[in-house]
């Protein structure tokens, strides 16, 4: 059973750089997507974007131009890096596997709140 | 993107009704639909995948229908530890977008 594990700090001051990263345990993170989704205090889940083993990555446009994720296939982990950050993105940020390209997150980290404040 | 519309946004029944929710795509979508369940403080747990396979280990009383732009979860007869909120997400373009979600409340 895969489990994974989202890590980072959970304080980023405006205009910086949101940085997490999730660790992948009970399965290797070759051959899957890997996925992250963030939650505001309150409302509902937006997709953010997904990496392949390989690489490869896909973004929500409506983040893309600040939003890079990236993976680590000898650590087993994948990262999230969110610049010029505002209050907007405090947010609980969620990690995930995904089945497939065009697929589900049928695994899911506990989630971590990150705070945008000064 | 494919813009996703899930009603009702609220919902309050009673232990062993049976309740529907529904998720309407901007477009045809296929079959390329999850439903997922969240409780508070907790990450969502997938139920239904492909619009109507169920996830392993989810109870038979969870059920998906639908395909092209109108999908349904029903949940034939609810039990305490249902009350939660539901969110559909279609995998179908990028971004994968989720619906707004349906808060299921104790009546």
């Known amino acids: 059973q895969v489990q994974l594990q989202e890590s980072g700090p959970g304080l980023v001051e405006p205009s910086e750089t949101l940085s997490l990263t999730c660790n992948v345990s009970?399965?290797?993170?070759?051959?899957?997507?890997w996925s992250w989704i963030r939650q505001p205090p309150g409302e509902g889940l937006e997709w953010i974007g997904s990496?392949?083993?390989?690489?490869?990555?896909n973004y929500n446009p409506s983040l893309k131009s600040r939003v890079t994720i990236s993976v680590d296939t000898s650590k087993n982990q994948f990262s999230l890096n969110l610049n010029s950050v505002t209050t907007a993105d405090t947010a609980v940020y969620y990690c995930?596997?995904?089945?497939?390209?065009?697929?589900?997150?049928?695994?899911w980290g506990p989630g971590t709140l990150v705070t945008v404040s000064s | 993107a494919i813009r996703i519309t899930q009603s009702p946004s609220s919902l309050s029944a009673s232990t062993g009704d049976r309740v529907t929710i529904t998720c309407r795509a901007s477009?045809?979508?296929?079959?390329?639909l999850a439903w997922y369940q969240q409780k508070p403080g907790k990450a969502p747990n997938l139920l239904i995948y492909?619009?109507?396979t169920l996830q392993s280990g989810v109870p038979s009383r969870f059920s998906g229908s639908g395909s092209g732009t109108d999908f349904a979860l029903t949940i034939s007869c609810l039990q305490s530890e249902d009350f939660a909120t539901y969110y559909c997400q279609q995998y179908y373009g990028y971004p994968h977008t989720f619906g707004q979600g349906t808060e299921l409340e104790i009546k």
């Open positions: 990496v392949y083993y390989s690489g490869s990555t």
């Open positions: 009970g399965g290797s993170i070759s051959s899957y997507y």
């Open positions: 492909d619009a109507s």
């Open positions: 995930s596997r995904t089945n497939g390209e065009y697929s589900y997150a049928d695994s």
């Open positions: 477009q045809g979508i296929s079959s390329y």
